[in-house]
């Protein structure tokens, strides 16, 4: 039986994964594509079985296709972060990138993580109505702030120390989840902006960066673009907000999201669809990931100089 079920599941994968590099073709291929790195792991877990089995040719070939889809796209990010040390010169600021869960069980240690880190901006995701009452304890340390959508699941927000400029530049994007903010970095303006994305297809998700393809435009010269993609750094999704607002993506330092239902062991198995953007004479130095109290995401702490 072995002889007719491992060679057709072998082949279902490499056409699986071979569908995902025509991701930018149509929504449903992107979601493919997402898994990447999944099914190029099954691929070549599957060739050794096959070359036990006598299927030598066949497995050789599964192997090869799965390894050279596995370089491809490995991420790779910390290779490159911290690779532009700030200038004596230059001040330093940072960011703190967290989808916060939006039925979290453990509140109040986020709130203190989030103290903890000592962030100048923040920018937050799935920020629904009873997160909006206990992020109010944190007025003190960032009186500066816009919630955009907040509702029972989901909602945006920006949360500063420092002021969002004399202009006060602010933008809401409830239905979209995008919010932008004009924030004065002691006398250099730079917009930082938060949006979290649907998920792929069949979920509206290409819908909704068409619908946000104008105010991401607009974004400024200088700008910084964080938060939960529902994408992963390969996917035609990340592609079309990179070029049509002209950014730079910071590369990946691997899987940000896992179901709090599986171990956090499996983390290296989960997904990395939490993304740094920048454009402009934003400098990113680095990007670590950190773990979020409570939440299915792991928050990402960006060192940069605007």
Known sequence: MWRTVLPAGTAAIAALLGAGFLNALHPALD??????????????????????????VMGFCALFFGMTALAANIPVGHVFAGSKPPSQNSATYRLLQINMLFDNPKRAELLSFIRSTQADVVTLEEVNDQWVRALASLDDLYPNKIIC?????????????LSFGQARTTD????????????????????????????????????????????????????ILAGDFNATPWSAAVDRIVKRGGLNLVPSIGPTWLSNHLPASWR??????????YKGDVVVHSVRKVDAPGSDHLALIVEFTP
């Open 31 to 56: 979601s493919v594509s997402h898994f990447r790195l999944h099914l190029a792991a099954l691929l070549a877990l599957s060739s050794f079985v096959l070359w036990w089995r006598d299927a030598r």
């Open 149 to 161: 959508g907040a509702r029972p699941e989901d909602g945006v927000a920006i949360f500063s120390r």
């Open 268 to 277: 290296f198995a989960g997904l990395a669809i939490d993304h740094i953007m």
């Open 172 to 223: 809401c994007v409830a239905e979209r989840m995008f919010v932008r903010a004009s924030v004065d970095f002691d006398g250099k303006t730079a917009v930082i902006a938060a949006t979290h994305l649907r998920w792929p297809w069949p979920f509206p998700q290409f819908d909704q960066i068409d619908a946000l393809a104008e105010p991401i435009r607009q974004l400024d010269r200088n700008a």
